[in-house]
């Protein structure tokens, strides 16, 4: 394949984990909110086993203090730093795809926790995982195209 065209794909690629990286960072901006919210809401509540409001203020809603949902943030920022104003350096391909899986892997583990521990679901929660699981997947082809 022509380099050019390759460069192009990359940059299409980029260009939607960029895209999914704002959505990450805009739930777990309301993942955030709502752990900290002193009211419960009803929009993430549909019935017994689906309430964001108890896996957001759940005792594994931080860690050592800082609420997962802040972390997602940060995460999904790195992410779009990476997809965006570092993506023509030679390391971006292997690093987007390490903190990619690594936000993978926490969104498993978190995920784990929901179904097996809490026995609750969170919306939000869910959609961060489908999320991190689309850029896992698009940071593989990127790296296999680098």
Known sequence: ??????????????????????????VSAVSLERHYARSETSF????????CD????????????IPVAGIGI????????????????????VRLLVFALAGLAFAIYLTYIEGYVLETWCILCLSSLALIASISALAVAVKARA
């Open 54 to 65: 108890i896996v957001n203020r759940s005792e594994y809603s931080s860690i050592m203090g």
């Open 1 to 26: 394949m022509n380099q050019t065209i390759a460069n192009a794909k990359n940059h299409v690629l980029l260009l939607v984990i960029a895209t999914l990286s704002l959505a990450g960072i805009g």
């Open 44 to 51: 993430c509540e549909f019935g017994e086993k689906f309430n």
């Open 74 to 93: 940060v995460g999904y920022g790195v992410l779009l730093a990476l997809a965006t104003a570092y993506r023509s350096r030679a390391e971006t391909p």
